[in-house]
Structures are given as C-alpha cells and as structure tokens.
C-alpha cells in the first residue's frame, strides 16, 4: 500500500537551513504530483509547494518564495524541501502529501505522518 | 485571491448527533476542486470527500458533502467516537497556491 514517510526535521537556529525528505513507496512515484503542507502549532493546514510528476513545475506559497525549494528524485522515490532563511513563523509539522488528478477531480489522497521543524535560537 | 472560511470554528456535539460544517468559499469556486479532510492530533490527514460530494475509497456513508460555487457542507449523520477531529475544506488549484479553510474543531460535549 501507499506509504509518506517525512524525516529530517529537528531543531534548528533562526536563519539558518534544514532539509526535509519524504519517501514514497507502494505506488508509481514518477507519476504523481506531489505537495508539501505544513501546519503551525495551535494553526491549521497552509500549503507550502508543489512540484510536477516530472519535476517540470513548481509552486509555491508567497510566504515561503525564495526561501524554500522544492525538489524531487523519482530515481529515489524521494521528495525534498530544502528550507533557508528560516523563522519562527516556518516552526511547523510538515507533511508530504499525494496529488491526484482523476478526471475533473483533484485531491491529495494520502498524507505522510509529518516532521517537526522546530525554529530556536 | 481565494479564501476559503469555515464554520463554526468549533462544534460541541454528542455522539450520536448530527454535525453539519461549513465551508464559504469567495469567490466562488468549481465544485470539482473542493475537498474535505479529517485530522486527528499526532496523524495524517485522512481524505474524506473529493468533488465536494464524492465520498472516498473506505469513508463510511455517515458522511456527506454538498454544495457548490460558494457554499459547500460537509455533514456527519450520526457521529461516532472516532470522528472527533478537526475537519478542513480545501481547494485544490492547478496553477496557483492552494488553500485551506481554517478548519472547524469537532469535539464532544
């Protein structure tokens, strides 16, 4: 079955970078778009970014351009985010999560467990 | 830019009761791209409903999603002690930033 497995979060000092990755398995990983989401202690689900199936595109949020870089190795099964500049407003769990695009339809059909970016000096 | 508000932000139920969440959408919004998740403290968010009315693969019927354009309710017939969570609406776009709701906390009264 499908499995999102986020690492790579910890505690990390304001301005500086950290690296998160989320391993895909039990699904054909080069075909799926795929998306970060992260949520703030006490907040609710912001998206963060997308990247294509192929790598081709990207978007992301306004409140994390420039600062943040989504990437992904379907060689790997792996999706990142490389996170710089960070801030106290980026402490969050971050989660990977599955695009799917059926028909008309579009949604995210399954989500990883998340990691925690804990942002302190 | 699209905004996605959720209400009530929290819905002091029994179990057994009927819950009735909504989302407004501004502006509006095609029904196809409107989702609902469920999420639980120290879990991932579960997919409930896609295409605003389209139940998932495994989501028991007491759930249900309606609407269109701007206004889109998701409704559990009878709640069960499991589905005490926070709920989101969510709009999927495929060429700008997505959005979420705020989210509406269903908790036990």
């Known amino acids: 079955q499908v499995h999102l497995v986020e690492s790579g979060g910890g505690v990390v000092q304001p301005g500086r970078s950290l690296r998160l990755s989320c391993a895909a398995s039990g699904f054909t990983f080069s075909s799926y778009g795929m998306h970060w989401v992260r949520q703030a202690p006490g907040k609710g689900l912001e998206w963060v970014a997308v990247?294509?199936?192929?790598?081709?595109?990207?978007y992301y949020a306004d409140s994390v351009k420039g600062r943040f870089t989504i990437s992904r190795d379907n060689s790997r099964n792996t999706l990142f985010l490389q996170l710089n500049s960070l801030s106290a407003e980026d402490m969050a769990v971050y989660y990977c999560?599955?695009?799917?695009?059926?028909?008309?339809?579009?949604?995210?059909?399954?989500w990883g467990q998340g990691t925690l970016v804990t942002v302190s000096s | 830019e699209l905004v996605l508000t959720q209400s009530p932000g929290t819905l002091s139920l029994s179990p057994g009761e009927r819950a009735t969440l909504s989302c407004r959408a501004s502006p509006s919004i095609s029904s196809s791209h409107l989702v609902w998740y469920q999420h639980k403290p120290g879990q991932a968010p579960r997919l409930l409903i896609y295409g605003a009315s389209s139940r998932a693969t495994g989501i028991p019927d007491r759930f249900s999603g309606s609407g269109s354009g701007t206004d889109f309710t998701l409704t559990i017939s009878r709640l069960e002690p499991e589905d005490f969570a926070v709920y989101y609406c969510?709009?999927?776009?495929?060429?700008?930033?997505?959005?979420f709701g705020g989210g509406t906390k269903v908790e036990i009264k």
């Open positions: 990247i294509w199936y192929d790598g081709s595109i990207e």
């Open positions: 999560a599955r695009g799917v695009w059926f028909g008309e339809f579009r949604y995210f059909d399954y």
């Open positions: 969510h709009h999927y776009d495929t060429s700008r930033p997505h959005t």
